[in-house]
């Protein structure tokens, strides 16, 4: 399994932005995609966006597309979430995930980071 820690997350007003970052063990970085997911209170996982090992990268539903952004770092083997103009509804638990093929459902990915909170006050 890869080995995945998240950053980045915290208290934010609400238009503002952050930047999350997830970090991979080196040796299997390129051989997998990278997802994001984030998990608000009482509800369920919910795919953000993912990005494969060749760039190509998908996102979830209209609420997040044109605000937030997935790029790669191959040298830092590192994923990010840029998030902007957040919303209340933004807030939630931010994981990171990797898995063999990019996909929106969670099951498909095997790896896990241990999540990060964002909270975006009104």
């Known amino acids: 399994q890869v080995q995945l820690v998240e950053s980045g997350g915290g208290l934010v007003q609400a238009g503002g932005s952050l930047r999350l970052s997830c970090a991979a063990s080196e040796r299997t970085f390129n051989r997998y995609a990278r997802a994001w997911f984030r998990q608000a209170p009482g509800k369920e996982r919910e795919f953000v966006g993912a990005i494969t090992r060749n760039g190509v990268i998908l996102y979830s539903t209209d609420s997040v597309k044109g605000r937030f952004t997935i790029s790669r770092d191959g040298a830092k083997n590192t994923v990010y979430l840029q998030m902007n103009s957040l919303k209340p509804e933004d807030t939630a638990v931010y994981y990171c995930?990797?898995?063999?093929?990019?996909?929106?459902?969670?099951?498909?990915?095997?790896?896990w980071g241990q999540g990060t909170q964002v909270t975006v006050s009104s």
């Open positions: 995930a990797a898995g063999p093929t990019i996909a929106r459902g969670p099951a498909l990915y095997d790896s």
